[in-house]
C-alpha cells in the first residue's frame, strides 16, 4: 500500500462524512478556544499581520493553527483511515473505519417509520408532555399553597 491511501475507499461514505464533518467542527471549536485562551501573547514580529483577515500574528494564533492541523490529520487518519505507517495509528484508523462501515450498515438495515407513523407517534409524545407538564405544574401549585399555609414559605 501506498503512502496515505485511503482503507476501504467508497465504503461507509456517508458515516464517514458526517463523522468527519462533526470532529472538524470540534477541532475548530477547540482551536477557537485556544486562541481566545491566548489572545493575549505578544506579537511574533512586530506589528505582523496576516493578510486578508487583518489579526496580529500572535503566538496565540499560531498555537491554534498548529493545534487546528494537528487535530485535522488525526481525523483524517481516523475517519478515512489513511495509511501512514505508524502501525499504532493504522490499527486504530482501520478500527475506526471498520466500525463506521458496520454503522452505516446497520442504518440502513432499519426500518424506518413511515410519515404517517412518525406524525402519529410524535403526537402521542407532544401530548403526553403537554399533560405530564400540567400536572407536575398542579402538583407544584398544590405543595405550595401547602407550604405557604404551614409557613414554611
Do not use: H
Not at 20 to 31: C, H, N
Not at 70 to 90: H, M, N, Q, S
Amino acid at each position: 500500500m501506498s503512502f496515505f491511501s485511503v482503507y476501504r475507499k467508497g465504503v461507509g461514505l456517508y458515516s464517514r462524512i458526517t463523522v468527519g464533518i462533526a470532529l472538524g467542527i470540534l477541532a475548530l471549536f477547540a482551536s477557537l478556544s485556544l486562541y481566545n485562551a491566548l489572545v493575549d501573547l505578544p506579537n511574533i514580529a512586530g506589528a505582523a499581520k496576516v493578510p486578508l483577515v487583518d489579526i496580529g500574528l500572535t503566538w496565540g494564533l499560531v498555537c491554534s493553527i498548529v493545534l487546528f492541523l494537528f487535530l485535522g490529520f488525526f481525523i483524517c487518519i481516523f475517519v478515512a483511515g489513511l495509511e501512514t505507517k505508524i502501525r499504532p495509528l493504522d490499527s486504530g484508523g482501520k478500527k475506526t473505519v471498520e466500525f463506521l462501515i458496520e454503522t452505516q450498515g446497520e442504518l440502513q438495515k432499519v426500518s424506518w417509520p413511515t410519515k404517517y407513523e412518525l406524525v402519529g407517534s410524535t403526537a402521542v409524545v407532544l401530548v403526553s408532555v403537554i399533560v405530564i407538564g400540567v400536572f407536575v405544574l398542579g402538583v407544584d401549585w398544590f405543595v405550595s399553597i401547602i407550604m405557604e399555609y404551614i409557613g414554611v414559605l
